[in-house]
């Protein structure tokens, strides 16, 4: 009898299928120096905001500050989509019993990522609403960087990202309740 952990080799067109999943490789490389970009980027304007913090007005720290969470909840979602997406499509990471794994890796799979990544996506995007409604205080003046056009559509595409990410959740949940019921 053979031993369980024992499996027949694939035949040639199901090992290249399978293998090919580590094509994606080079892209969860690719999104690690994105990530190192956005670093740069915080450290950037880190250091603006100290070096300028005794020059800018209250509203114009709160926008660099903003800026700051943005950087920072951009890079999460990158990490979410790094080792999610690495873990979920290419191979697992062994992590189990490792201090540092993070608590939502136990139990990510392609739904859980996608409401997880729609989620992060809402936060950045409720970061951008909330700097176009502080700027939206100059509009009608010369200084203004914003229109009212502009304030619309932004709170319109944030309101989609809402409903998108429901939706998402919703399929979510009932795709899951498929899964566990028992069959008749």
């Not at 979920?88 to 992590?95: E, H, N, Q």
């Not at 100059?138 to 619309?152: H, K, L, N, Q």
Request: hydrophobic share 50%; with cysteine.
């Amino acid at each position: 009898m053979k031993d369980v952990t024992e499996r027949a080799p694939l035949r040639p067109l199901p090992y290249l299928i399978f293998s090919s999943r580590w094509l994606q490789l080079p892209l969860y490389l690719g999104l690690i120096i994105a990530q190192c970009v956005y670093v740069f980027l915080f450290l950037k304007e880190l250091w603006h905001l100290v070096a300028h913090a005794t020059d800018f007005s209250e509203q114009q720290i709160m926008l660099v500050v903003l800026g700051l969470i943005d950087v920072v909840m951009i890079s999460n979602l990158l990490v979410m989509v790094i080792v999610g997406g690495y873990e979920t499509f290419v191979s697992r990471l062994r992590l189990e019993g490792h201090p540092d794994q993070p608590e939502w890796l136990s139990h990510v799979n392609a739904g859980v990522l996608k409401v997880k990544l729609a989620m992060a996506i809402i936060g950045i995007s409720s970061i951008h609403l909330l700097r176009v409604f502080i700027e939206a205080s100059r509009m009608g003046s010369p200084s203004a960087t914003i229109t009212s056009e502009a304030v619309m559509w932004q709170t319109i595409i944030h309101s989609i990202f809402i409903l998108s990410a429901i939706g998402i959740a919703h399929v979510d949940r009932m795709t899951q309740g498929q899964h566990t019921k028992a069959p008749h």
